[in-house]
């Protein structure tokens, strides 16, 4: 889901102290000083609970992380980690998933050998949104 920062937003910095993922990140935009980079953004709701005047909310233009939209909520994936964006795929850019007991690996070039799989939506939006 990822979130999104308001024009109401002070620029007090709490969100960005609180995200300890460094999603939320300080930007020259006016009236708007940070912003959430939602690959990064593990939907933990942490800027959320520290923010002193309400300026984030969630965008449900983007998946959830671990829940609506994302491949890693299904049962198929029980026990599946994400790299949340902490490590992302060198050939494609994807996020790498790693199985229980398993390897880091990228589900999207994988689906390429194997001709099955899933992928991260965030990333999947992310490049719709770049490729305008």
């Given amino acids: 889901m990822a979130y999104s920062v308001a024009e109401s937003c002070i620029g007090c910095g709490a969100c960005e102290f609180a995200c300890e993922r460094e999603a939320i990140s300080q930007f020259d935009g006016y009236p708007v000083a940070y912003r959430v980079d939602p690959l990064l953004c593990d939907d933990c709701g942490d800027c959320v609970r520290v923010c002193p005047v309400d300026a984030l909310a969630p965008?449900?233009?983007?998946?959830?992380c671990h829940g609506r939209g994302c491949p890693l909520s299904s049962s198929?994936?029980?026990g599946w980690e994400c790299s949340v964006g902490?490590?992302?795929?060198p050939t494609c850019g994807s996020m790498m998933w790693?199985?229980?007991?398993?390897?880091?690996?990228?589900s999207r070039c994988r689906l390429g050998e194997e001709g099955r799989g899933a992928s991260c939506p965030k990333v999947r939006k992310s490049e719709l949104l770049e490729s305008g």
């Fill in 59 to 64: 965008d449900p233009a983007w998946a959830t």
């Fill in 76 to 78: 198929r994936y029980q």
């Fill in 86 to 89: 902490q490590e992302r795929c």
């Fill in 98 to 106: 790693r199985p229980p007991n398993g390897d880091w690996s990228c």
